[in-house]
């Protein structure tokens, strides 16, 4: 069964630019939700989604948006970049919405702005 | 929000065994106890979770205080692939709009040969 694939997986842009991450998620999971990785705070949560639509919003600005498709695909898009935001953002997927299912993450997408 | 709190690194010899403690005092009852470990260059990997009582997998073992107010990951016998950052997280089951995941900074562990 293949894993959560995201892609790409290194992006480098520009301030002011934005940017839209993709994310699969394992076959017949329909819960997604998405991850910020720095290393001065760690891992933080940005937003999860189930049947397309988002049920959970971490505490970032709303330049950071994110969508599901029917087909359980998520994309993420960061819009009027920073510099701040250059960080490794991960996608982890699971089969319910409950907090008895385990994530499984992908690889990430390191994102660097110059 | 519901948070836990783990040692920033541990240190380990090969073949032993290895618990790694998490602290979360203010649990509820509804929230379940995750553990994941992360490799550099990687994504988290899930390695077991719980709710109340003592779980056991093929990766590790979980073993829950009755007041579940702290949990420890134990691994049997380390091996060199354990070396990783190990976070220990609550998940809320009835979670709403306000839920926030809290992953903390983790337990960096190292493992000797």
């Known amino acids: 069964k293949a894993g959560v694939t995201q892609t790409p997986r290194y992006l480098i842009k520009t301030r002011g630019q934005q940017v839209t991450l993709s994310c699969s998620p394992i076959?017949?999971?329909?819960?997604v939700s998405w991850y910020q990785q720095t290393p001065g705070q760690g891992l933080q949560f940005l937003f999860e989604?189930?049947?397309?639509?988002?049920?959970n919003k971490g505490n970032f600005p709303g330049r950071f948006s994110g969508r599901q498709f029917s087909n359980s695909r998520s994309e993420m898009n960061v819009s009027t970049l920073e510099l701040g935001d250059s960080a490794l953002y991960l996608c982890?997927?699971?089969?319910?919405?409950?907090?008895?299912?385990?994530?499984?993450f992908g690889n990430g997408t390191r994102l660097t702005v110059t | 929000d519901a948070k836990t709190t783990q040692p920033n690194s541990m240190e380990s010899n090969e073949e032993e065994p290895v618990h790694l403690p998490c602290n979360h005092s203010t649990i509820s009852g509804t929230d379940y106890i995750h553990w994941y470990r992360q490799l550099p260059s990687q994504g988290p990997e899930y390695v077991i979770h719980g709710l109340t009582s003592n779980v056991n997998n093929r990766m590790a073992s979980l073993a829950i205080a009755e007041d579940r107010k702290s949990s420890t990951l134990i691994l049997h016998r380390a091996t060199l692939r354990d070396a990783a950052v190990y976070y220990c997280?609550?998940?809320?089951?009835w979670g709403g709009g306000s839920e926030k995941l809290v992953f903390g900074k983790g337990t960096k562990l190292t493992v000797n040969p």
């Open positions: 997280i609550l998940r809320d089951e």
């Open positions: 076959s017949g999971h329909r819960s």
């Open positions: 982890a997927s699971s089969l319910g919405q409950g907090a008895n299912s385990p994530l499984h």
């Open positions: 989604y189930f049947s397309e639509t988002q049920r």
